[in-house]
């Protein structure tokens, strides 16, 4: 089980390691917003996305003979390059199982932090099945991308650094949108902010046709999406975790679609607004921000920018 | 005159204001730097460059006769961001002089920050008799781009922040290269070096042909450079300056020319390996400890990115 107490420990470890990334706001974008947005730049993190916090506070977690054995993760990417650079550091073999149609930078750059990269084909092959016999078979821990209990205390470690940033921005209550897969980040968040800034309430955003957490906190229960085409591939996750659905359940607020349009032109509002490099699945929070504010109320929101891992053509097309 | 206690006086006055922007560091990239290399991410301050930070010490520095006549400035686009969202902020009128082919951005956020914008024909008109011509005519205060002692001084507030920085991660000794026009920046910054971190030296980067520092320094006296084409329009400024030169002169390091290409190049590692937006003329210094570093010595280099304000054309240029 995840709590604030876990969530505190995985920060003591990840000082000086992992980045305190800035929050950032323009008076461009307030002015869309209708209110005062600010904005975790969590994009700046290690590898590109807040996935590194997760990832080292996992490892660090391990013990010595897990260690000396190595690690296996899978992903489409930001999760990988997480656990990838996080074992490096720690001088732990890591083996990341990506689909085979990951974007390039994100494969190229796990193999580039010292991963072995296995590939599977995502809609025909078992990506759990072929990881369990990996596994098996070279004695691997598996780190799950967000229903793991260290994983979530890691990205709850962003949580702290909100909650301390935006008091210091003058903003006491404010819902906190956060780009959301399969929940650690949004679950990590939560825990932290119920501890240290009550005023501020996680909601999770998704592209739409993959909002399952939207339909299943509305339900009660975890629902499946329906899927479909998405550019967000960093969030495309079918359900919510297991570990993460009931810490969201109780704490979060309702859930928010936004469409590949909207993900797209909040790349180019992160692009030329903030000058930072946003993914679509990981500007997705920012895009509710703008383009759902009738979902919204109080004067302030606050968008968690999640990563900055997108091909060039993906980045020219969102300028264009 | 310009000296560390009108910095840090300038620090406090732009503390809670201006942004402290992060230090970034990229494996991939110190890989191609051949050593460490740390990267101020000055892009990520209000208004998308340095700037702000000059033209918030300058404007707070007017008695308040001066701020209720309002304030005047000439440049291509960074200084006229800076100057105008202060002077927003503070209640100042503010009319800034930009050439007709300035960056359509730096046009637009210039009148959105609540200036009025006269332009010039650069080539054909010259900005200082214009300048000088509304000064008197209605009375303003003109705040120039480099050549103002309270300018310097603010621009160096971000050599405070970097001393501080780089200590923190572990460098003692290095060179610091600085993307230099005027050389407001680069002797703002090398006054608080010398005061917090003797180890860390300025070396001014510039676009070949506008590399009026290099020679200079190299001569001893202030040249002109011979001009021509550049992409990099934030700093094609001919000669040094007369206050920022003699800083220079005796805390600067020998410059460094680097070609448009470089700069393109630059601004795109900094797309995909920091995920921070630079435009061409903020990127030269990353430019020159990337792809100049035959022209560096030591362990580590440290670079700063002064500006992001790029068209979205340029930028998709940069990553074709």
Known sequence: MTDIAR????AARLEGVARETPLLES?????????RLLVKAECLQLTGSFK?????????????AE???GVIAYSSGNHAQGVAHAAQLLGIRATILMPHDAPALKLANTRAYGAEVVTYRRGEESREAIGA???????????????HPEV??????????LARQ???????????LVCTGGGGLAAGVALALEAE???????????EGWDDWRISLAAGRRLEAPGGESICDAIVTPAPGELTFPILSRLGGPGIAVSDDMALDAVAAAFGRLKIVAEPGGAVALAGALYRSEMLEGEAVVAVVTGGNVDPAMFRRALS
Chains 1, 2 share one sequence.
């Not at 590194?52 to 010595?64: P, S």
């Not at 016999?133 to 229903?147: C, W």
């Not at 979530?152 to 650094?161: F, N, P, V």
Request: proline share 7%.
């Open 133 to 147: 016999g990996l596994a098996n078979e070279r004695g691997l821990t598996l780190i799950k991308p967000y229903d």
């Open 27 to 35: 008076p461009f974008l307030n002015e869309i917003a209708g209110r």
């Open 67 to 69: 260690r000396a054995q």
């Open 152 to 161: 979530i205390a890691g990205q709850g470690t962003c949580g702290l650094e």
């Open 166 to 176: 935006v008091r210091s921005a003058g903003v006491e209550a404010a819902d906190v």
């Open 7 to 10: 969530v505190r420990a995985a």
């Open 52 to 64: 590194f916090r997760g990832a080292w506070a996992a490892l660090t977690a391990l013990d010595e």
């Open 197 to 207: 800034a009550p005023g501020l309430r996680v909601r999770p955003v998704e592209p």
